[in-house]
């Protein structure tokens, strides 16, 4: 990607100038990076709760940005267990009592597998410049890299967090830490990416830090595995039946 001449001028650390880009170019080019058709992924999160630490292995497959369908493949307590979500409806399947259940309404307000992740999380539109407003406030610096730091606001009221704010790597348009807030303006969450890596020429984070900081323990390690763009997905992969299969 090509990007304006502007962003490789020196600028004073955590000042802006005249030169500084928009916001939501910003924004739009972190979207550009991240977003594909489809993805395959196989990932690990590593919960480190209050009492003990446990991994948890997932595969998923996503197209676009409302089907995606998970299967959890271990521990043995967790293997089985199924997630859809087409659209705005989301769906868990569990083999031990081979139901499959709705999340919705204040259930998606709940931990997925007692991480520092919940379900609404998991049903968030990850095209930012949908839901938000950017704005430049300063330049600073995260994981050592030169960042734009951004203050995001909700173009909606039905939304996970009112106000975001994110430092994107400036050389690379992908996003080093987030931070997530509630209306009232509390705290709810941090996102601290750790190693980014080049897959299929895009820059993405493959070991992110999160932490719920209204709950104990020191927060969910995600490891992004392998991760493969822009393969055919069957059908079937994404449809109810496929919970049972």
């Known amino acids: 990607m090509i990007r304006p001449i502007f962003l490789a001028l020196a600028f004073l650390p955590g000042t802006l100038s005249s030169q500084t880009p928009n916001g939501d170019e910003i924004l739009k080019r972190v979207d ?104 430049v406030v300063r330049r600073d610096t995260a994981a050592g890299r030169e960042c734009w730091v951004l203050d995001l606001t909700a173009k909606t009221e039905d939304i996970a967090y009112d106000h975001r704010r994110l430092w994107v790597d400036e050389a690379r348009d992908v996003v080093l830490k987030e931070n997530l807030y509630a209306k009232s303006g509390r705290l709810l969450k941090t996102v601290d990416v750790r190693e980014v890596r080049r897959i299929q020429n895009r820059w993405m ?33 994404l449809s109810k039946a496929a919970l049972r299969r």
Request: no cysteine; charged share 25%; aromatic share 8%.
């Open 32 to 135: 550009e990076n991240m977003f594909s058709r489809t993805r395959i992924v196989t990932s690990r999160m590593v919960i480190h709760g209050p009492r003990e630490m446990r991994t948890v292995e997932s595969k998923s497959w996503q197209r676009g940005t409302n089907e995606s369908y998970t299967e959890f493949l271990a521990p043995a307590r967790e293997r089985g267990i199924k997630m859809l979500k087409l659209k705005d409806m989301l769906w868990e399947y569990s083999p031990s009592t081979d139901r499959i259940i709705m999340i919705s309404g204040h259930l998606l307000r709940q931990s997925v597998m007692g991480s520092d992740l919940s379900y609404e999380d998991m049903m968030d539109d990850p095209h930012l410049p949908h839901l938000y407003a950017a704005t």
């Open 205 to 237: 984070a493959t070991s992110v830090l999160y932490k719920d900081v209204l709950k104990e323990g020191e927060g969910t390690e995600f490891y992004l595995d392998t991760i493969t763009l822009d393969v055919p997905i069957p059908d079937y992969l």
